[in-house]
Every structure is written in C-alpha cells, then in structure tokens.
C-alpha cells in the first residue's frame, strides 16, 4: 500500500505565486550580441552615444544659412560653397547667403538653418534658388543630434526580452556583448513501464513517449536548453537512482518529470520526491486537468515539476506553471497575461471552487472583439480558457501563439477528397 502523504492544495494562483516565491533569476553571463536575441538583459543597457552623433541632413538637398544673399520675383538665392556626402569627415560651416549641396544622412555644417530639398529647388549658374516659401515652413529635414538616443538613455531595462530592434539599437551604440541571465538548463524524465523512445523497439501493450519531445520543444522555444529526455521505468528505485545520476552529471537548473501522480499502485513520483530528500511546495492543485502536480525543490535549491502523464495536461500546466518559472529564473516578469474573451457555444462542464483549463482556438471577429472555442480532436491550440463555475459568455484565457484567422468559428476542416 502506498504511503499516506499531506495534501498541500493551492489554487492555481496561489500555485504561480508559491513557485515564484522559491525561484530567483540565474547568474548572468556575457553573450554575444549576434547570439543574444531571446535573452534576458541581466542590467540596463546604457547608450554610450548620441544618435545621431552629430546634425544630420533627413534629406538630399541644399543645406542653407538662416539668410540668403537676396531675394527676388518670389524665391531666395543662396551661393553654392560646395558639397557633404554622407560620412564627410571635414568640420564645414555656412556663412550668411551660403549652401552646401548635401547627402541624406551627412553632417548638417554649423549654421544650417534647414535643409532644402533638390525637387523644390533651382540651380543656376553656381547658385541655387528657393521659393520664399520654403524657408517658412516648420520641417527643417534636419535630424538633431541625439533625437533617437541620447548618451545614458537606457536601451534595454533589466528584464527585457531581447528581439531584434534592441540589438540594431545596442550595434548602432557599439555594443559587442550584453549581460544576460544564463539560460536554464532542464532535464526532463517521462514515466511509465509502457514507455518507449522513439526508435526502440515497442513491446507488446507499450506506447511511443511523446511527451519528451512536446517539453522539449515548449522548452527550447522559452529559451531553456533540454539537456536531455529519458524515459523511465515504474520503479521508485531506479527512478531515484536516474534523477541522482542526472543531477550530479547533467548539473539541470529544473527537472520535470510526467506520469507517476495519480493514486494507484505504481504511481511513484510522490515517493521518489520524498525519498530524494525533496521539500514540498504543492501537490494538489484545484485544477483540472492537473489536480495531481507536485512542485517542489531538491537538494534545497533545485526547482522539480512532477506533472501528469496525458499530453493534453502536459501541454496545458507547462503554460499555467512551468513557463512563468522559466521566466521567473530568466529575470523576466510574467505577471498576469490573462484577457476576457467571449466563448462560442456551450460552456464545457464545470467543477466548484476548481479552475478548468481547455485548449482553445482565439481569434478577432469583425468588430474586433475577442472570441475562443475549445479545441476539437488533433487541432493545435492557440489559447488556453481558464473557466470558472458562475461565468457566462466572457471567459478568461492565455494566449500561446497568434490569433487564427478570420473565419475560425468554423470547426476543423474536413479532409480534402481526392
């Protein structure tokens, strides 16, 4: 008979928050900026320059002084001094009546007053000549140093999630490397004597694990790496034996395991935890599914998801828990996420004082108001519905990838008939 354990049941919230409250942001390290996109800044990101670093013209055209050399039958005669490409080294000034022929993005000489572009212009004979006009309007086609980034601005808090417009901004400043938390590193144990990899043999009543491939693909794509994913036997002995190995060899900032939580005979993943010296968090949820998950830490410090063994579970708590962890451990902030979106068809049956979550379909309609459905049969999920008993039209849900198209309060196709 399988030992008697306490029940320390929380609330989905409370489940986020108490897994939170255990974890803290890993080291940083140095990256490289071509390898950083995905990462999480470790410390703000300062700019060290100005950009632009200098008066720059917006346009081609004619850099002009404040006044011409005269004006005559509606337009304003400046005398051409010369020419700035853009990168033009030299320090150049106007002097009264003057213009430079410019380049977009060339150093604006001291004493422009704007840039005239060439289509509103006329040059003759050494001189250029603009309608009055022109000079009385408010766009100068100058860009002032320093109207993108000021030298000291911040230009990727702590906590940011690096993508491709901070990296232009910090190789635009001249950075080469950013400080970012270290990416986690989890190993991942599916259990159950029925189990097989992919690619061995399959006995008789066994099933190929898929759940392997599903964390580590959800893994990778939050920036963790998966070191490794095994399957393992329905024995609490070489189960501890494989965890201990694995911790010591593979050194994982988490491990998840799946299978092994339910109440029956071989269910062990309760007794390995103990036996390993774990310090338990939760172990029931009011949530369905996932009513049966264990969090808990081993060795003190080392982060451990015991999780149910259906893929659709699977799926759904590594959203609801496992990625506000590795954000957690990233140093990025994962509060809320929640949006109230109205639920198509019957709601699916509810449990009191218990969440439900569903995978679902999101998608805009043409008043732009958000809706969802529950998935049906092997339809991949963009959403996750957190139902509650005594909610009626609008429900809440997660976004877990981009709304579908138009059109999506459609059931799934149907196959195409050749």
């Keep these: 008979m399988k030992p008697c354990r306490p029940q320390l049941e929380l609330s989905l919230a409370d489940a986020q928050a108490a897994i939170a409250a255990q974890l803290a942001p890993l080291a940083a390290e140095s990256v490289p900026l071509r390898l950083a996109q995905g990462r999480i800044c470790a410390a703000d990101c ?26 005559e039958q509606g337009f304003a005669v400046f005398h ?30 001291f004493g422009t007053a704007r840039v005239l572009p060439f289509e509103v212009c006329q040059e003759k004979d050494g001189h250029v000549h603009a309608p009055l006009a022109e000079l009385a309007t408010a766009q100068r086609q100058i860009r002032c140093q320093g109207c993108e980034v000021r030298s000291g601005q911040v230009l990727a808090a702590a906590g940011t999630r690096l993508l491709a417009d901070h990296l232009r901004l910090l190789a635009e400043d001249g950075c080469e490397e950013v400080a970012a938390h270290r990416r986690p590193r989890a190993v991942v144990v599916c259990t159950g004597s029925e189990l097989a990899q992919a690619g061995m043999p399959l006995p008789t009543g066994g099933k190929i694990s898929g759940n392997g491939a599903l964390l ?63 310090e338990m968090v939760c172990n029931r949820l009011r949530l369905r599914p996932g009513r049966a998950t264990l969090f808990g830490l081993l060795n003190g410090r080392l982060p451990f998801f015991g999780l149910p ?44 004082d218990c969440t439900v979550l569903k995978s679902a379909v999101a998608w805009a309609d043409e008043e732009g108001q958000l809706r969802a459905r529950p998935t049906e049969g092997l339809e991949p999920p963009n959403a996750i519905l957190h139902l509650r008993s005594g909610e009626e039209g609008l429900v809440s849900l997660r976004l877990i990838g981009p709304l579908a198209a138009a059109g999506s309060e459609g059931r799934r196709r149907q196959p195409v008939r050749r």
Excluded: W, Y
Excluded at 46 to 60: E, F, M, V, Y
């Design 216 to 278: 580590a693909a959800l893994l990778e794509a939050q920036g963790c790496v998966c070191v490794r994913a095994l399957v393992a036997r329905d024995d609490a002995d070489s189960l501890a034996a494989l965890l201990t190995e694995r911790m010591e060899q593979d050194q994982p900032d988490l491990i998840i395991t799946t299978g092994g939580m339910g109440p029956g005979k071989f269910d062990l993943t309760e007794q390995v935890f103990d036996q390993l010296g774990g």
């Design 80 to 109: 051409i001094a010369g020419e700035i490409a853009a990168g033009c080294a030299a320090a150049n000034t106007l002097a009264p009546g003057q213009a430079f022929r410019i380049m977009t993005g060339a150093a604006a000489p």
């Design 309 to 352: 063994g259906p893929p659709p579970a699977v799926r759904l708590l590594f959203h609801e828990l496992v990625m506000p962890a590795l954000a957690r451990l990233q140093g990025e902030d994962m509060a809320g996420g929640l949006l109230r979106a109205r639920l198509d068809g019957p709601p699916p049956a509810l449990q009191p």
């Design 46 to 71: 300062l700019a060290r320059l100005s950009i632009p670093s200098c008066d720059q013209s917006a346009r081609d055209g004619f850099a002009v002084a404040a006044a011409p050399l005269f004006a």
